[in-house]
């Protein structure tokens, strides 16, 4: 503000897009694109939900996140950032002497299926960690996967490819976060019925067409229902809301 005048300067809206793509993006909004690039948007415009799926994250994380918890070679929740690509965040466990070659250990914790699987998300998020580690003067040779409902640790190789699909993905992580508007929802996708963010993108209930007629209801009484298991359905008999799934019934109400 000058001392001639009462004008305050505004800043353009490319200005603000610009100090947004210049601050870092933190490596779980990455993998939130992996995993649905529409759940990576939502979390950044603020959208945080508290799930069991989060829950059962947070659990899993707490011996992790407990930086007291660091013994001799093993380090946790160690803080990792690199420059080039403006990525900031955490690894659960790095191992290794101050000068020896690094192993990344990924806490997850409900393996698909109950089974150890290593998804694609968890890949690209170990190759992230790998290049903020290398960006930082380390070396890295080895990654592994802590399964805390299974107690058991699973080896992961990585590659070039890995490398260059985590590059890729900062990109995308990028453009999804800057752009006005959410893209579309996953049209009867699987990875929906477990997400932790269905509560707020609600997948099923936008319509792939326009709609056409009025919807209206007899008798409203301001209330509102959300069936919460997937597949459920629910319908008006002799006056009574009635929620079925696959023919058994779930739920009847006035």
Same mark, same amino acid.
């Given at each position: 503000?000058?001392?001639?005048?009462?004008?305050?300067?505004?800043?353009?809206?490319?200005?603000?897009?610009?100090?947004?793509?210049?601050? =870092?993006?933190?490596?779980?909004?990455?993998?939130?694109?992996? +995993?649905?690039?529409?759940?990576?948007?939502?979390?950044?415009?603020?959208? $945080?939900?508290?799930?069991?799926?989060?829950?059962?994250?947070?659990?899993? $994380?707490?011996?992790?996140?407990?930086?007291?918890?660091?013994?001799?070679?093993? $380090?946790?929740?160690?803080?990792? #950032?690199? @420059?080039?690509?403006?990525?900031?965040?955490?690894?659960?466990?790095?191992?290794?002497?101050?000068?020896? =070659?690094?192993?990344?250990?990924? +806490?997850? @914790?409900?393996?698909?299926?109950?089974?150890?699987?290593?998804? $694609?998300? #968890?890949?690209?998020?170990?190759?992230?960690?790998?290049?903020?580690?290398?960006?930082?003067?380390?070396?890295?040779?080895?990654? *592994?996967? +802590?399964?805390?409902?299974?107690?058991?640790?699973?080896?992961?190789?990585?590659?070039? @490819?890995? +490398?260059?699909?985590?590059?890729?993905?900062?990109?995308?992580?990028?453009?999804?976060? #800057?752009?006005?508007?959410?893209? *579309?929802?996953?049209?009867?996708?699987? %990875?929906?019925?477990?997400?932790?963010?269905?509560?707020?993108?609600?997948?099923?209930?936008?319509? @792939?067409? !326009?709609?056409?007629? %009025?919807?209206?209801?007899?008798?409203?009484?301001?209330?509102?229902?959300?069936?919460?298991? !997937?597949?459920?359905?629910?319908?008006?008999?002799?006056?009574?809301?009635?929620?079925?799934?696959?023919?058994? %019934?779930?739920?009847?109400? %006035?």
């Amino acid at each position: 503000m000058d001392d001639d005048t009462d004008e305050v300067y505004v800043a353009p809206a490319t200005e603000y897009l610009r100090r947004e793509v210049e601050s =870092p993006i933190p490596l779980s909004l990455v993998s939130h694109t992996v +995993f649905c690039p529409r759940r990576a948007w939502l979390e950044a415009a603020g959208e $945080h939900t508290d799930t069991s799926q989060m829950q059962s994250g947070a659990a899993a $994380h707490a011996r992790s996140d407990d930086r007291s918890r660091s013994r001799g070679s093993e $380090h946790r929740a160690l803080d990792v #950032t690199h @420059a080039e690509l403006g990525l900031s965040g955490r690894c659960d466990v790095v191992e290794g002497d101050p000068g020896d =070659p690094l192993t990344v250990v990924e +806490f997850k @914790a409900n393996p698909v299926r109950r089974q150890s699987s290593v998804t $694609h998300p #968890t890949r690209v998020q170990l190759a992230l960690q790998t290049l903020c580690l290398e960006d930082m003067g380390n070396e890295v040779t080895g990654w *592994e996967v +802590f399964f805390t409902s299974t107690r058991r640790r699973v080896e992961v190789q990585l590659d070039e @490819a890995d +490398f260059a699909d985590a590059r890729r993905y900062v990109d995308q992580t990028r453009a999804v976060i #800057t752009a006005p508007k959410a893209p *579309e929802p996953l049209e009867d996708d699987p %990875r929906c019925t477990r997400c932790s963010h269905v509560s707020v993108c609600l997948p099923d209930e936008r319509s @792939a067409v !326009p709609v056409t007629r %009025r919807i209206l209801v007899a008798d409203p009484d301001t209330q509102v229902v959300h069936l919460a298991t !997937p597949g459920s359905r629910a319908g008006v008999r002799s006056g009574r809301l009635v929620v079925t799934k696959a023919g058994e %019934r779930l739920g009847r109400v %006035r």
